[in-house]
């Protein structure tokens, strides 16, 4: 479950992580030139255009990617504490199914069962008690701020059933 | 009228008695919530905008200035009882602070932060109101060419000026601007890097990012370090009032922090933590009790909480007169406004003074409650300290999911909540700060605004960048501010930028 990265700098090797880094924010910037090069001809009199600031922050992307690159190869990025995967997951995939199940079945209790999990990854292990918790926590929350607060939270059979 | 008559007049707009509630439901939320132990000003600011969406402008911007000013007190609460600083600008409150509250005196320490803050507060305040109306008037001679100098060098201070690292700054900032492209141009109507998806046609979300950023990625961080057992709450002991010595040796280290901290927070630069180790290293140097110091000095503590606090009211200079957010709260509180469509800066002072002077107004009346909020019912707010992990994480992401929920009740709107959430995660493992990714997605379309606006008056001519005296100096600075700290880190003197570095706020 937990999985720990070797600390690197002591070991003067090639960053993997940072290497992945440069090749992400290269592949951003690919992206900004890809899309980008579709608008080309709009650029006005001036030659200023919708244009401009994406090339010039993609060209800059570029030097970072190439600059991150070197520091990774010489072994000299960032030093990084061990992570633990598990609690990280619970999190989010707490997040995950409040977003998939908040219009189906309401804020409440997809709002609940994020609470759960979040609490979960925190180390309470008992969800059958944790998630009626939630759900009535999330409950109040929703009467306070749909009812009180006019804010238009997404209502389930929950908030239907009691208003 | 002189600036005295405009905050008259300000100051009877705070007084009409719903808004007397809004600044106290603002100062009562961002105390609770800035209390929190890992919730920091920004996040406090990201947090409770939401509270705000259905109230006129006037009322929510009155209980924002509440909740800005009540998390910043909260903020030093925290540190002081709880050694775990989540905002950089707390660390130098928590060195000394947290000593005084081991040795039996947290409650001194809690009093003297909380009257330096409001002797902070209302001095950098009032010199908010005199200071703004001379820079609203130098403003008005900026054109697009000096505000982008001026833009610029915000980048390079927020970015790469302060931290450990330039190129990780730099590449946070380079992210906030990718961010910042996305959506439909604001010159001509373009969509840019939308990809088709009508969601993204309106660009990202500030309060979004910030809070997937501050709230989610946190979060996700602190699951990661795993249990590592709970952290020990100093109780309070003893009385809450200073005797006589505490203020014979408090009030001067108010007064000096704040007049180190009001002039670096009002700067159109970032790093407004610089302050509080500024009058830290002033206090330890001036002090007649040198020793305690690393041993729970009370100057130590009065100094900084009041330099933290008078640059926080220094930060609203620029922001409120020439719209230049320089900081990650100031960012958001620049979301908070635009969600009105007002732009502060200079016209904001001419079309809309009611509402720019009753809000410097309602900052002062902010400050009075925090004080009678914070030393009686301390107690209270030192029991929220003490909510285990599990309740206290879970909470911050029910609310942390509130806000996006009902500004947008959509599943892309928290797709992007939890897209961002772990690019934030992703970000602090590797130290990537989160600040300068927020100040550029919020102030990345207003530098290129200006920037298309300044090259098509000069036909696409680059040089017309330089050739203004103004402009040229300030981007001058900002060079400096670029090659210097990168100097400094190769010859090895890096850590000094490395404390100061701004993480939060």
């Not at chain 1, 006005?44 to 190869?73: D, K, N, R």
């Not at chain 2, 910043?72 to 928590?94: C, D, H, K, R």
């Not at chain 2, 946190?218 to 009032?241: C, F, H, M, N």
């Not at chain 2, 707010?381 to 909470?395: E, F, N, R, S």
Request: proline share 6%.
């Amino acid at each position: 479950m937990s999985r720990g990265d070797s600390p690197s700098v002591e070991t003067r090797r090639p960053d993997r992580a940072a290497l992945i880094i440069a090749v992400v924010l290269a592949l951003i910037a690919g992206v900004i030139f890809w899309d980008v090069s579709r608008l080309t001809g709009l650029a006005g009199y001036s030659q200023v255009g919708p244009t401009t600031v994406p090339y010039a922050i993609a060209c800059c992307l570029i030097v970072l990617a190439i600059w991150t690159a070197v520091e990774g190869f010489r072994g000299d990025f960032a030093e990084r504490e061990p992570q633990q995967f598990g609690p990280v997951a619970w999190v989010v995939g707490g997040l995950a199914a409040q977003m998939l199940l908040l219009n189906t079945l309401g804020f409440s209790i997809a709002t609940g069962i994020l609470f759960a999990m979040t609490a979960r990854g925190f180390g309470k292990r008992q969800l059958w008690l944790t998630i009626p918790f939630g759900i009535v926590a999330s409950f109040v929350v929703w009467t306070i701020f749909a009812k009180v607060l006019q804010l238009s939270l997404p209502a389930g059979p929950l908030e239907r059933l009691l208003f | 009228m002189g600036t005295l008559d405009f905050l008259l007049q300000g100051l009877l707009v705070a007084a009409q008695p719903m808004n007397l509630l809004y600044a106290l439901i603002g100062v009562t939320l961002g105390t609770a919530v800035g209390v929190l132990p890992g919730i920091g000003p920004a996040l406090t600011v990201a947090l409770l905008l939401p509270v705000t969406y259905q109230l006129d402008p006037g009322g929510s911007l009155i209980m924002f200035a509440g909740i800005y000013y009540g998390g910043m007190y909260g903020g030093s609460t925290t540190s002081i009882l709880l050694n775990t600083p989540g905002e950089s600008s707390s660390i130098v409150t928590a060195l000394e602070g947290n000593k005084m509250a081991r040795a039996g005196r947290g409650g001194p320490a809690l009093a003297t932060a909380a009257i330096g803050s409001f002797v902070a507060g209302l001095i950098a305040t009032l010199g908010l109101a005199f200071v703004a109306p001379y820079i609203v008037k130098l403003a008005l001679v900026f054109g697009p060419r000096e505000y982008f100098a001026l833009m610029v060098l915000a980048f390079v201070t927020v970015s790469s000026a302060f931290g450990d690292s330039t190129l990780r700054g730099l590449t946070s900032l380079f992210v906030g601007l990718t961010l910042a492209s996305i959506g439909i141009d604001q010159l001509t109507g373009q969509a840019r890097l939308s990809f088709g998806v009508p969601d993204l046609l309106d660009g990202i979300e500030v309060t979004t990012l910030a809070v997937a950023m501050f709230a989610i990625g946190e979060t996700l961080y602190i699951a990661a370090q795993g249990d590592k057992g709970p952290d020990k709450v100093e109780a309070v002991r003893g009385s809450v009032w200073m005797n006589a010595s505490d203020w014979a040796r408090s009030w001067k280290a108010w007064l000096r922090g704040t007049f180190i901290g009001f002039p670096i927070g009002a700067m159109p630069a970032g790093g407004a933590e610089i302050g509080t180790f500024l009058s830290y290293a002033t206090e330890k140097r001036l002090s007649k009790h040198p020793e305690e110091f690393g041993n729970g000095a009370i100057e130590g503590v009065a100094g900084p909480e009041a330099a933290n606090n008078a640059s926080a009211a220094g930060t609203l200079v620029p922001l409120l007169t020439l719209g230049l957010p320089t900081s990650a709260t100031a960012a958001i509180m620049l979301a908070g406004f635009q969600q009105y469509g007002l732009q502060p800066g200079p016209l904001l002072f001419a079309t809309n003074p009611q509402l720019v002077w009753g809000l410097i107004a309602s900052l002062l009346i902010a400050n009075f409650m925090l004080l009678v909020l914070n030393l009686p019912l301390v107690g209270l707010w030192v029991k929220l300290l003490t909510i285990p992990k599990p309740w206290l994480y879970a909470g911050i992401l029910l609310f942390a999911t509130l806000g996006t929920i009902g500004a947008n009740p959509s599943v892309f709107e928290l797709g992007m909540l939890l897209a961002f959430g772990l690019l934030g995660y992703v970000m602090r493992v590797f130290g990537y700060p989160i600040a300068p990714v927020v100040v550029g997605l919020i102030l990345g379309p207003l530098a290129e605004q200006q920037l298309r606006r300044a090259l098509s008056i000069s036909q696409g001519d680059v040089t017309v960048l330089f050739t203004s005296p103004i402009a040229a100096v300030l981007l001058v600075i900002a060079a400096l501010a670029f090659i210097v700290p990168l100097i400094l880190r190769a010859r090895g003197r890096g850590e000094v930028l490395a404390q100061l570095a701004a993480s939060e706020d």
